[in-house]
């Protein structure tokens, strides 16, 4: 199980926005943290910088112990932006298959457990279609059921039940819960809703922004559910 480990963290972008300022976080192995936070408090841009996409100004990120070089190994990110995440000449099938080429899985193997994934976020019916045939709920299913089937060490979620209906998010994040039950991940998920955070989270982040400074709150604990 990976340990994470936030350190100082501080980002401005190029025309001077202040993302992040002076942020630290600790995620034990297999801990599930949401993190929550008014819109442009940094939530995307944290993620960003544990998914080694962006190198923060200031500051760490640091896995098992060592500070990340680029982006992790055994790494899942499930953006917020769908229309970005699917490989649109592939099958809705092979998307979910494709990594697990890593997983050293045959042909065969990797297209069974795609669809069983498929299956799971009910989308099995669409596993022979591309994505640009599915509407943008289902095409964000179907990154979370590449995600999952994965079973990364490290799963990073941006909103990631965003697009979709009430009922489906309850079945998703009950979904979530179940394939994280004993598989070791560590999960950090930023979403907008709270009740959400406190549902699927050991623990609940709670980033806030001030107008031209941004700062971490300390992490405030929650009863689990
Ligand atoms: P949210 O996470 O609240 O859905 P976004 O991450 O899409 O929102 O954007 C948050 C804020 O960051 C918005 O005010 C948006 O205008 C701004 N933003 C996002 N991307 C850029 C960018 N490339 N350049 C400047 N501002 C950006
Ligand atoms: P959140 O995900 O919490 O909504 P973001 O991390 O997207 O916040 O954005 C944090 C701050 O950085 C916001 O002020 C946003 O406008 C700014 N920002 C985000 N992306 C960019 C970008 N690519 N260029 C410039 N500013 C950005």
Redesign the pocket.
């Known amino acids: 199980m990976v340990m994470l480990e936030v350190r100082e963290l501080g980002h401005a ?3 001077g ?4 300022h002076d942020l630290s976080l600790k995620v034990a192995g297999g801990e599930l943290v949401s993190i929550v ?10 993620l960003r910088c544990v998914a080694g996409l962006l190198r923060p100004v200031r500051g760490q990120v640091v896995l098992d112990g060592a500070p990340i070089v680029g982006v992790p190994d055994n790494l899942a990110v499930v953006f917020q932006d769908y229309s970005r995440s699917l490989y649109p000449w592939l099958s809705v099938r092979d998307n979910v298959a494709l990594p697990l080429r890593r997983r050293g899985m045959g042909r065969a193997e990797r297209r069974t457990v795609a669809v069983e994934a498929l299956e799971s976020v009910g989308l099995a019916s669409a596993a022979g279609k591309h994505p640009w045939q599915l509407s943008g709920g289902m095409q964000q299913r179907v990154a979370i059921a590449r995600a999952l089937a994965y079973r990364p060490a490290l799963l990073l979620m ?1 909103e990631p039940f965003g697009s979709v209906d009430a009922q489906t998010r309850e079945d998703l994040e009950d979904l979530l819960l179940r394939v994280r039950g004993g598989s070791g991940m560590t999960i950090l998920l ?1 979403t907008h809703d709270i009740d959400e955070s406190v549902y699927v989270g050991d623990r609940v982040v709670v ?1 806030s922004a001030a107008p031209g400074s ?1 700062k971490a709150d300390l992490p405030v604990e929650l009863p689990a559910p």
């Open positions: 972008y190029p025309d926005h202040v993302a992040l936070g008014p819109s442009g408090c940094g939530k995307s841009t944290l941006d930023v980033l941004v």
